[in-house]
């Protein structure tokens, strides 16, 4: 994929929203690497995903921009000239969303439209790769879930993000601003959030077992799948260097299936030491709990080639190794 | 129904936003004559459905709000004592979503959120029943549209109503603010907007066909059904009389399906004179058509008992005869 990758994006100009933050960094670093020209866009809001010390080893290769992306005129600068937005700036946390839910819809659905709107009357040709996420299905009908499952979102941020990948396939379709969608499961590795469960509950946990508490399960027998943060960026950039992505919505998924007391033994086992106590799920997180939940990402497979190459030990190793070298600097 | 909806309303409090409006007068009107205490709450923006002479003949028996569902403040204190809460304010232009997004946005993504806070904050034993639209599900992929076809929106305005009818069930699942869904077809019938097609074209036509110009038909195959605004009042009273439709959606139809060229047609024999053009679909509203439509309407016929009443020729009977009437007011 390397070399493929690196003739398609070598002198490429992408635009990165929520680029300090967990996955955006990522990507943003593997672009640098490829050769092309980087400018991220991050609003650095203390309670959401962005962090300076995710792009330490490589601050002096991309161009940072700190705005948000809820401020429309910078973003109808920002977007011009640009080959790639990886649109990815987002608010993640449900419980967030339910006990305030106007932000969210700010960020998740205004934002959103006015950056399609940036593009559309600024930038036309750009190619836009959306992050939705697995949480616009809400509870499974069946599993594994395909993108063809109905949207039933069960909290105010899957409803706004469901939005969100509406208005790019709508511009992709009625405007021709080239857009396509990939629907991420959770998504964890090294720089995701683990100051609280506003990113994924994994990052929580991972803080617990380096800070030598129990790790707190709530439930325990949910079923998910993970995404390791570098596949997460090997779809980002095969679905942008794709133009038969166009107007597509594609899940994201795991090499595994796991329910999350094992989950929690395995990162225990990982650690080499450690415990967890399984609790009761508190009211107010179960009523908005999806349940049961892992993707179908056969259609990604087949039609790009994706699929995760890291086994979920090995995710859960190298991202243990991180924060025990780098805690400080995520608390 | 008049007198099961009599003991039912009678002496209740109802809220209805785009209260002034085409649905909303008819509904006030029927909930006043049962004995219902009705609070209109209209923005009148002209662009919009509210028109001060469609409450004329029962001015004195509700009390007029002019205020906007976007002012929080204001809606904070009209839903207090209110036993039930008609939500039918909306943009409902698709080419005005299409060209100027973020209006849309405000009223019927974030307005409708901030009215649900507003219940659960304030009134969280209040009834909803929201006006949603076919439009949600997009282009049919299989003629009737049930409840559970999947929803693709063509145009913001389905997005955004899409996401707004979500956060309806969302707070009747999470909150437990009891509210119901109805998704409404094109509906017809006296005090609709005929300046232009923002509501429905059919204004447009009988307009056209009071002032002695030929009826314009863009294609003029395309299926629909429509529903009489009698029966869509009845509907919206036997769903907000019954419990059972907390956290449910049902369609709306009509009592039969037509072409628009037929249609076109029998409006012109209602009339007893006028004629009809068949054109080609101007490009910027044909990106955005969903071809042919019409619902299933069985499960609010099996489960509340709900059917058209009307024969599509006598509503175009009694349409035409109010705009030959009344036509000044509407221009």
């Keep these: ?46 309670d959401y995903g962005g962090n300076l010390f995710n792009i330490e080893p490589f601050r002096h290769q991309v161009h940072v921009n700190v705005s948000d992306v809820r401020d429309t005129y910078s973003m109808r600068h920002l977007v011009q000239g640009q080959d790639y937005l990886f649109n990815l700036a987002g608010q993640t946390s ?35 790769v959306f992050a939705s996420t697995r949480q616009i299905y809400g509870r499974p009908q069946q599993l594994p879930v395909p993108e063809t499952h109905p949207l039933n979102p069960v909290d105010v941020n899957g409803i706004n993000k469901m939005a969100g990948e509406k208005y790019h396939l709508l511009y992709n379709d009625v405007h021709g601003v080239s857009a396509a969608v990939l629907r991420l499961t959770n998504t964890i590795g090294p720089r995701m959030r683990i100051k609280d469960a506003r990113q994924t509950f994994v990052g929580v946990w991972i803080r617990q077992l380096l800070e030598g508490k129990p790790i707190e399960v709530w439930g325990g027998q949910q079923l998910r799948d993970f995404t390791d943060v570098d596949d997460a960026v090997d779809a980002f950039l095969l679905t942008a260097a794709d133009p038969k992505t166009n107007g597509e919505v594609y899940n994201l998924g795991g090499s595994e299936v796991i329910d999350l007391g094992s ?5 225990v086992a990982v650690n080499g030491s450690g415990e967890f106590a ?45 924060y025990r070298e780098h805690l400080a600097a995520y608390l």
């Design 263 to 267: 989950l929690a033994k395995l990162l």
């Design 94 to 128: 449900h419980l967030d969303s339910m006990r305030n839910p106007e932000p969210d819809l700010e960020i998740n659905c205004r934002a959103q439209l006015s950056i399609l709107e940036a593009c559309r009357a600024c930038n036309p040709k750009i190619k836009i």
């Design 1 to 46: 994929m390397g070399e493929l990758m690196k003739s398609h994006f070598e002198g490429s100009k992408a635009l990165i929203t929520g680029g300090i933050g967990f996955i955006g960094s990522h990507l943003a670093e593997r672009l640098a690497g490829l050769g092309a020209e980087v400018t991220l866009i991050d609003s650095l809001i203390p």
């Design 278 to 322: 399984v609790k009761e799920f508190p009211a107010e997180r179960h009523k908005i709990d999806i349940g049961d939940y892992y993707s179908d990402f056969s259609k990604i497979e087949s039609e790009l080639g994706w699929k995760p190459k890291r086994s979920l030990r090995e995710t859960l190793e190298g991202t243990v190794k991180f």
